[in-house]
């Protein structure tokens, strides 16, 4: 085999990788526009939900966790809810604040358990909701500020038929281009792996947060993590659909949420995302190809895709390296095109032009950070970690500005 050969070997490969998820991006985003703008209709409040628990995993929380707390207590037509905080290293001393809104609090200690120490916390959590003869689980993030109306919404327009309900996690702040970057990535996997999804009528990914199970299902999922994963939310999906659950997502159910603000603490949260990624792509994979489901085969696909960054940053690259070489356009130039066509659909939609030209000239620097990140993440030392995404930003003003 000649070196002309090899390249050629190389350049189809890489190439026809990037065409299709760079068409796959493109169908994705005109279905999940499509999906958006279709009138969602109430299903008679088919869902019943007995005896709620939220639940908070609380890791080194601060008082955004007690904003948090207030939030869910004043959720309509169920302030019978119980709040469950599993407090994890109360640095900050918050304890007796949350002591004083009524919640239940158990304070424990994961640091030393073998694998995810995140998975840990919610086998746990599960036995205690199961010992308070929970209906339904409620997952929130510490920082996770839910919509009063969050319950209500999914009970009127969520999958009467499903055991999950996914919600809609919305920014309470975008004072920079980092934390907006990470709402846009926010939004666009709401487009393309939510809505589109919904669309196709194939299970919605889930976001990590904002979720609401049944209380069998959580406890069969969470019993059944990998324990190497990296992260949490797409080793539970595959739980989940190897298990042959219906998952519904919910637009209109909301929580917010604050957005990463630091270049370094992003950095860090992609190292578990795309490890999370990539890791049951390539150790799950195998299961969901034998499942041999249109969902299992559909999520199989979406965790080998491209980080979207750097999808955009080396296709313009190696186009005019394709245009100078061959003289025309080439599998590449496509893929460049039909990206393109992804993102001017999503700016369309969410009508943020002014803020893609302010980030284009940061995406560079974002490629390069994900691509350390994705490196790092699928490296062997972040098997059986849960790198905690940590925030510094002021709750109560970024209350105020979303009131």
């Not at 119980?82 to 424990?108: P, R």
């Not at 998975?119 to 010992?131: D, N, Q, W």
């Not at 792509?281 to 085969?297: D, E, I, M």
Request: glycine share 4%.
């Amino acid at each position: 085999m000649n070196f002309l050969l090899i390249l050629r070997v190389i350049y189809y490969s890489i190439g026809l990788y990037f065409l299709f998820y760079s068409f796959y991006w493109l169908f994705l985003s005109i279905l999940g526009t499509i999906y958006s703008k279709t009138k969602r209709i109430k299903n008679d409040n088919l869902i019943e939900i007995k005896n709620l628990i939220i639940l908070f995993p609380a890791y080194k929380p601060d008082l955004k966790l007690l904003e948090a707390v207030r939030a869910s207590k004043a959720i309509k037509n169920h302030s019978k809810a119980k709040i469950l905080v599993i407090l994890q290293e109360d640095v900050n001393n918050i304890k007796e604040m949350l002591l004083s809104e009524g919640v239940t609090i158990i304070e424990k200690s994961f640091k030393n358990v073998q694998g995810n120490p995140y998975h840990e916390v919610l086998r746990f959590s599960s036995t205690i909701c199961k010992a308070k003869n929970a209906s339904h689980i409620l997952l929130l993030d510490k920082d996770n500020i839910a919509d009063c109306e969050f319950i209500n919404n999914i009970i009127s327009f969520g999958n009467p038929l499903a055991d999950v309900w996914q919600g809609k996690r919305k920014a309470l702040n975008q004072e920079n281009n980092w934390s907006t970057y990470d709402s846009f990535s926010e939004k666009l996997n709401d487009m393309l792996l939510r809505e589109a999804k919904q669309a196709l009528k194939l299970p919605p990914e889930l976001s990590g947060s904002a979720i609401l199970f049944t209380s069998e299902i959580f406890d069969h999922a969470v019993n059944n993590l990998d324990t190497r994963a990296p992260g949490m939310d797409k080793n539970l999906l595959i739980q989940l659909l190897l298990s042959n659950r219906i998952i519904s997502y919910v637009p209109e159910a909301i929580v917010w949420e604050e957005k990463t603000a630091s270049a370094e603490v992003l950095q860090t949260q992609r190292i578990r995302w795309f490890g999370n990624q990539y890791f049951n792509a390539l150790y799950w994979g195998k299961a969901l190809l034998k499942k041999q489901t249109s969902a299992s085969l559909d999520y199989l696909i979406t965790l080998y895709r491209p980080p979207r960054s750097i999808q955009i940053v080396l296709l313009p690259i190696v186009m005019v390296l394709e245009l100078l070489i061959i003289k025309s356009l080439g599998i590449f130039s496509y893929s460049f095109l039909f990206t393109v066509g992804g993102i001017v659909v999503f700016l369309l939609k969410e009508n943020a032009w002014k803020s893609a030209f302010i980030l284009a000239e940061k995406l560079p620097l974002m490629a390069l950070r994900n691509f350390k990140s994705a490196a790092n993440g699928v490296s062997k030392k972040q098997q059986g970690k849960f790198i905690s995404t940590e925030r510094s930003l002021n709750t109560n003003d970024n209350l105020k500005k979303s009131a």
